[in-house]
């Protein structure tokens, strides 16, 4: 079965610093979806990401496929306090198009 | 507001109570999620409903029984659970059940078996 690993699984960064999360998969991935989460409370839904190469951005966050389609970052530019929570990759398995998802990676940012 | 309502935010039973979680989504999706997630672990996909009907059943337990009346409404009815089944249970909702419809989660029903 496919398997999600996210990394760092946390981080800690001085406001106004960037950072990168990425998501490694152990197959090729169809769909890679990037989701935030507050501690406690649902997923908010960032981006989706579908083609090798293809990339989004939304305010500061950009989110990039690689080639080989097992392999996504997420970027954020001169992180801001509201950017902390837990950030969560999901991919479609190919068996009816349920998400699986890495196991987060928690992100704290300093004033 | 997210689409998706999750009742109760939180809940506390005993293993030999009967509860159930509600969730309500207003997006006229035609796809239902129910989710476990525990502390440190990846989410995990516990029943898919599409058009009202289950189509995937991740080796839940039976203790855990989920009822889908019509698109816009799940529910999870629980019933002699064990501690370990403490968790945030999230639902979400899909357009579809494909590659391209990204869910949309509720805020979810924060779980504790005593």
């Known amino acids: 079965s496919q398997e999600l690993e996210q990394s760092p699984q946390s981080l800690i960064v001085q406001e106004g610093k960037n950072l990168t999360i990425n998501c490694t998969s152990s197959k090729t991935l169809y769909g890679l979806y990037w989701y935030k989460q507050k501690y406690g409370e649902g997923l908010i839904f960032l981006m989706m990401?579908?083609?090798?190469?293809e990339e989004k951005s939304h305010e500061k966050i950009t989110a990039k496929l690689d080639e080989k389609k097992q392999q996504s970052s997420l970027h954020i530019t001169a992180s801001q306090p509201s950017h902390a929570g837990i950030y969560l990759c999901?991919?479609?398995?190919?068996?009816?198009?349920?998400?699986?998802f890495g196991q987060g990676t928690e992100l704290s940012v300093k004033p | 507001e997210t689409g998706v309502t999750q009742t109760p935010r939180h809940l506390v039973m005993g293993m030999t109570n009967k509860k159930s979680l509600k969730c309500e989504q207003h997006?006229?999706?035609?796809?239902m999620y129910w989710y476990k997630q525990s502390a440190k672990k990846p989410l995990e996909l516990m029943f898919v409903?599409?058009?009202?009907?289950?189509?995937e059943n991740n080796s839940v337990p039976s203790r855990f029984s989920p009822e889908c009346p019509n698109s816009s409404h799940l529910f999870l009815h629980l019933h002699t659970l064990q501690p370990e089944d403490s968790a945030l249970y999230l639902c979400a909702s899909s357009q579809d059940v494909g590659a391209s419809s990204p869910l949309h989660f509720g805020n979810g029903t924060r779980l504790t078996v005593t």
């Open positions: 997006l006229g999706h035609n796809a």
């Open positions: 999901g991919a479609d398995d190919r068996k009816g198009g349920k998400l699986i």
């Open positions: 409903y599409n058009f009202k009907e289950q189509t």
């Open positions: 990401l579908q083609k090798g190469g």
